[in-house]
Each structure stands twice: as C-alpha cells, then as structure tokens.
C-alpha cells in the first residue's frame, strides 16, 4: 500500500553542504552575504528571518527599453508607481532573481517604526541581493530613516510569496531531474529552459522531438525516483573562475546552457545534486539545467530547491513542439509538477465534465459524442443548402411569373422583396436568387431592377440586414445603389450589374417605404 510522504516542515541540516575548508558564512551584520550562500539558498523552507540593514538607496527608474521588448513566457512583475527603495540586507529569504527562476516577492517588518513594507521584487546586482522596496504614501524620509544601515528588521516570504516560492522550487528541481534523466537516457542535453508564469506548462528546450515512447519511459524513470523520495542537496565552495570550463557548444554552434553569469561576483559555486540519480552522483547526478549545462560535470544552479523529490510527481505533455526555424529540430519538452500539476488536472477535469453535461453523456464517451455531433451537423448543413437551392428557385420563379406579364406596359420592371431569414449566409442565399432569375430571364427581355432584402427574425440595435440590388443596366444598379447610401444608410458598393450592402439596425417598415420610394422615384 502506497503511503503518503510528506514535505518536512523545515529544512534538513545536512541540506546543504560547505565542501570546502575555507568558505565561511560571513557573520558580521555589517557586511551583506552573497547570493550562492543567502538563507533563501541554505535554506529553502525558511519562511521569515531577523536580520540588519547594510545599505538603502532611493531607486531611479531605468529608462524605458528603445525597442519593444519581444514577448516572454516570464511576466515580469508590474513596478509600482511609489518611489521605491533598493535595499541591501546582511541576509534574507527573498531569492533574487537568477539561472532561470523568477524573482520571490515578500514583506520586511522594519522594527524602528514597526511598520510593514512590500518587497515588489528582488534582483542581483554583482554578488549582492537587492531588495526593491515600495514605499507607499510617497513618505521617503520616513522610509530612508526605518531602512537606515544597521537597522533591525524582518524579512519574510508572507503567505503570498510562500505560495508563489513552492511552485517555483517545485518547477526547478523538477526541470533539474528531468534533465538530468535526459541526458543520462537518453543523451539529450537541455539547451535551456523556461520557468514560465504560473499556471503554464515549463520546458526544456533539446535537440530534436521525442518519440510518444521516450517521453512515457522519461517520465515513468522521474515517477519512479519521486516515489522513492529522492533527497536533495546542495554542494557549495568558492568559486575558482580558472577552472570554470567554458560552456560546451554542439556541433550545429548552439551552446548548452548558460555559463555563470559575467557580473556573478558572489565568489560561490553550487552544485544541486539529486541523490543517486545517476551511477555517478557526483558527476552525472547534478542538475542539469540552463544555468549550468550538463555535460558531465557539476557546475553550478543558484535556485532554490526542495530538499527531497517528495510530491514532485512529474507529467510530460505527451508530445514535444518542434521550434518553428529551418536551422535546427530543436523541439520544446512540456512539464508540470506540484501545484501547477493539480491546477493542470482541476482545470482539465472541469473542462471535461462541463463538456460531458452539455452533451449528456460520460467523460469517456466524449470522443464518439463529439464526433456523432460534428458528423450529424455536417449532413445538416448540406440539407440546409439543398433546401436553400431550392427556395432561391422558387422565390426567383415567382420573381419571374410577376415580371413577365408587366413588361408590356412599363419600361422598366422595379421591385423590392424584404425577408426574414436565420441562414448563415445570406449574402449566398439572395445570390443565388438573383443567379436564377438571371439565369431564367430571356436575354432580349425587357429590362428590370430588383432589390433583395433580408433581415433576421430577432433584430437589435446591432443587427444586420442584407442588401443585394442587381438589375439589367449597370448605370441603373449604380444609380440606385448610389439612393439607398444617401437615403437609408447602406454602406455598400458593386460593379457591373450587381451591387450589395448591409444596414445596421433594427429593419421596419419605415425603411422599407423609404426603399421603395428610392427605386419608384429614381428616373431610370
Ligand atoms: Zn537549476
């Protein structure tokens, strides 16, 4: 029987590992820890932490970007319009930006004025974590003086940013183990990858498509090892820049992840390592992903992870999107996991059973329903232009059987029919009237003009009626046409014989006579 493994409250101390002699946490209050080594990073369940001010500036805004920039699968977050602060903290458990995972959002209690402030975002700049600070009310001094250096303040994730942390821990480390899987079974490297905004699928990009077959055998192996519940941890040292070998590049010039990032000057490097993952843990093992690639060799990630594979039960969209340039078969590898997973499934489910009510039946009788429904609308829509073929006929002979008899005693033959008709198309409809009564009409006949109208049976202020003038002078159809644009408002034109329009609103009888009064009174 399957049992439950759940998350532990807290971070297990052997989560992450200093492997070297000489690296120290910095101690003293004064200085700000770097980024590779903060408490979001040592310690990702920790919600909130108490700790001192280093430095606080008054953010400028950058100016707006030249060109638009193109459109990411990452929302960035909104910036307020409140001044903001860029505040430097000793430590903190907001993770700032960095190797694919999106900026944490928070709170700090700042313990002079005892008041709460927003964290909007947090990046890094150089080696240093920096919190962007809202400061509502436009009270600046107040907020220089609560944020001033050595201050004692709080910092913390609140629910909120709690929330949005554990999905992108989740999707992390899932994308770590996915690649790393990939890579091992199949030899296919991640080229990069998207923590894209919540509720969306993640991906990661690889070299070419993936067969129905590997992508079940892919996640079959990751479900195995969450089942296990495969511990996670972290492996940190100095980073030492000569020996960062440069990221490996495949034959068609593309690299393989990123390398550490040029302004990185926090001096750390992390190895994410998913326990026995590989039959190397040390070299094989590792993360994987776009900060660091996965060509056999550990290098470094500086997201934060989830200190086990517990509940991280990984689905693969069952196909992979090919990326849509003649230079590559790149191909998109869709994943979700955690609570991006169970919004997956309610959102699917719903979808499903609100589609199965509508059509009476079971959700697994969805596919043979909804092909009955589509095939049987099918049939109906060819009886209806059966149907409809056959009325133009009909309408357009009657057309004939009045015309015939009052061509002795008149020079032209005017008439207008208005109808009320539901078809989907009408314009065709009234076309294939006016076909046959050209069609029936002797070619030494004496000559006509015919107005077609038709309004649907329902009308609001935003209805259409049809108009289809056609005639056996192209001057009479223009000049006719030219009435009904002036007198009723028929936004229209034709050429030739034929002439068509549509009016917006509620047809009536008033429209009618002011019709009839455009072909009776024009002089043709
Ligand atoms: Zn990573």
Partial sequence: MATAVLLPQSTPSDYHRIISQTLKIPKDTKIAIPVGILACQRDPLLRSLKTFVVSTTVSQPADPPAKKPAKKAVIAPTLPSDPLLEVILHDTVIFPEGGGQPTDTGIINTTLDGKTWEVIQAKRHGGHAVHYVRVKDGDLPGALLAFSPGESVEVALGQEGFTRRYDHMSMHTSQHLLSALL??????PTLSWSLTSYPSPCYVEIPRGMSPDEIISIQNEANRLVFEGRRVHVEVEELNPVQEKPVPTLDSGRTVGRGLPDDYTGGVKRVVVIDGVDRNPYVYSISSSVEHNSLNRPTSCCGTHLPSLHNLQIFLLPHTDALAR???????LYFLTGPRLIDHLTSSHNLVTSTASILSCGAPQLPDRVKQVVD?????????NDVETELARVVAEDLIKEYRPQTANCNVYKKHIHRVDDSSNVLGFLSAVSITFTNLVAPDAKQYLIVLTSSPSSQTTSSTTVVLLFGSSDRHVKKIGDGLKSKLGVKGGGKGLKWSG?????????????LDDVIQSGEL
């Avoid at 549509?502 to 006579?513: F, H, I, L």
Wanted: glycine share 2%; proline share 0%.
């Fill in 183 to 188: 890579e091992t079974r199949l030899e296919l």
């Fill in 326 to 332: 003649s230079t590559t078969t790149n191909a998109r």
């Fill in 502 to 514: 549509k009016y917006v609103g509620v047809w009536r009888d008033k429209e009618n006579v002011l």
């Fill in 376 to 384: 049987e609308r099918r049939k109906v829509e060819k009886r209806l």
